[in-house]
């Protein structure tokens, strides 16, 4: 039975006492190292417009995208946190276009890739946004950085940060998913979600419905499916959707449903996906499958595909089990349909 009084600290302490020495005591440190961050981060939020810290840094960052003065602190706040933890070798971070390394990172030192703050359009206008990991095993090479390429079933950890109401870290070492609310009297993370399950089918399902148009036919066609009402098999679903990753996956893990991300498929021979792989796709993809989901790209399940690049992006359709397998029908029909 789950200790719902105990904090990260002693969660993971315990944990990785039980575990592999070296290894799993770099990712304790390197998630205790993101726990910190995570307290600095939400205070920073909160007092973001009473000192001036919202809005544009200037400039885009590697895959294009605005460069917020909120992500270049989060980011620059998860480095110094990692470098202080002595267990991380390597960040592979969405504000910078090749890892930075961290020597003093030890021989079992891990790599991790992360978002420092996604959902970063959501930070003007009050909504909740979230940090992203994964860690990998650093192996002792040099550079580290490369250690974070290849499949997402290298991953030995991974989790997020929610930024709402209130501060929520959710993780994953491999053995079923945990969540701590931060109390924020005692600066403690504290386990309040223990073995998050997801259902093994949900009512709701969060897509960009405005890019319905860029979609291949199987995509529209089991949204179609979705929004068609049938009171036997519990349609039409609900449609949420925030712009911040870590929220949508965060309520289609407590509550079921389906989130995805599809390609662009505009050109059909060159499917366009949004989300990074590394630090959105894959990390996402271990938490939903250690609480009983399922993720997908459509095609293939998500963590057997391999990165080969730091900032590499692929489509997503992640949440309960059966809603996800439903969404692959879909997706496999209309694909033989289109080779027939
Ligand atoms: P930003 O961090 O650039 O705001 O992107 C957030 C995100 O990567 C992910 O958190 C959202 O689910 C998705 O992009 C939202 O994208 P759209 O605005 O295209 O729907």
Not at 233 to 254: C, F, K, N
Not at 288 to 298: C, H, L, N
Request: aromatic content about 4%; proline content about 6%.
């Amino acid at each position: 039975m789950a200790d719902r009084s105990m904090t990260l600290d002693e969660h993971l302490r315990s944990r990785s006492a039980a575990a592999l020495p070296g290894l799993a005591r770099s990712v304790a440190g390197v998630l205790i190292a993101i726990g910190r961050s995570a307290i600095r981060i939400q205070a920073e939020l909160a007092h973001a417009a009473l000192r001036g810290r919202l809005g544009a840094a200037g400039g885009q960052n590697v895959t294009g995208d605005t460069v917020k003065k909120l992500d270049v602190w989060g980011h620059e706040t998860v480095v110094d946190a990692l470098r202080d933890s002595g267990a991380c070798r390597a960040l592979v971070s969405e504000e910078s276009a090749e890892p930075v390394e961290m020597p003093a990172g030890g021989a079992e030192g891990v790599v991790i890739c992360c978002d420092p703050v996604d959902g970063s359009s959501n930070l003007d206008v009050g909504g909740s946004v979230g940090t992203i990991f994964a860690l990998r095993p650093g192996r002792g090479q040099k550079p580290a950085g490369p250690m974070a390429l290849g499949p997402g079933s290298d991953q030995v950890a991974a989790g997020y940060v929610l930024y709402g109401p209130s501060t929520i870290l959710v993780y994953t070492m491999g053995e079923g998913v945990q969540g701590f609310t931060l109390d924020r009297d005692r600066g403690e993370f504290v386990l309040t979600h223990p073995e998050i399950r997801v259902p093994k089918r949900g009512k709701v399902y969060g897509v960009n419905e405005g890019n319905a148009s860029t979609w291949d036919p199987g995509q529209r066609a089991y949204v179609e499916h979705l929004r068609t009402p049938d009171k036997a098999s519990g349609r039409p679903y609900s449609l949420r959707y925030s712009g911040a990753m870590v929220a949508d996956v965060h309520r289609t893990l407590l509550d079921g449903g389906i989130f995805m991300y599809p390609s662009d498929m505009t050109d059909p021979g060159r499917p366009k996906p949004k989300l990074r792989l590394l630090y959105e796709v894959a990390p996402m993809a271990m938490i939903a499958e250690q609480a009983g989901g399922r993720a997908s790209t459509g095609t293939g399940r998500v963590l057997d595909l391999a990165a080969t690049e730091f900032h590499q992006r692929a489509p997503i359709l992640v949440g309960s089990p059966d809603d996800v397998a439903l969404a692959e029908e879909f997706h496999r029909r209309h694909a033989a349909r289109q080779g027939a």
